[in-house]
């Protein structure tokens, strides 16, 4: 899938906001997919975006935070973290379809439908550069800011 132009998308954002990849162009973006909002390990990984987020501004870099939850959900998670950056409601699946996160995961004994932790880098052209699936949340932030630096 590197290295492939990724199909323009319009979503519904934190801050009222609507995105549109397109209008990112111009500037590398990073769109990280996470299971939900308020979990331990995902809201670790936000801090995690959000404590390297003056590095990723500093690259004009845009880093938006990806899952099947609703806008409410995502604007209480995001002011209790206090997450510089926005998130977007993928609650039809659309992205979630698109970069095939979604898996049959286990979770207390039960098979469930989730979204597995994924972190795609978009660069300025809109080309997909990078992506990382199965994601291990501890050093991760620190790994995609590195690879946008080399970019």
Request: aromatic share 8%; with cysteine.
């Amino acid at each position: 899938m590197s290295d492939q132009p990724v199909a323009d998308f319009t979503l519904p954002a934190t801050g009222g906001k609507t995105i549109t990849l397109s209008a990112l162009r111009g500037n590398p973006a990073v769109l990280y997919f996470y299971p939900k909002d308020n979990t331990p390990g995902c809201t670790t990984e936000a801090q995690q975006f959000r404590d390297l987020h003056a590095d990723f501004a500093a690259l004009r870099c845009t880093v938006l935070g990806i899952s099947r939850d609703s806008i409410k959900s995502h604007e209480s998670f995001k002011a209790k973290q206090e997450l510089p950056f926005d998130l977007i409601s993928d609650a039809e699946e659309v992205l979630c379809t698109r970069f095939a996160v979604i898996k049959q995961k286990k979770l207390y004994g039960k098979e469930v439908r989730g979204i597995e932790r994924s972190t795609f880098v978009i660069d300025a052209d809109g080309r997909l550069r990078r992506e990382w699936r199965g994601v291990k949340v501890p050093g991760h932030a620190q790994e995609v800011l590195d690879y946008v630096r080399s970019l």
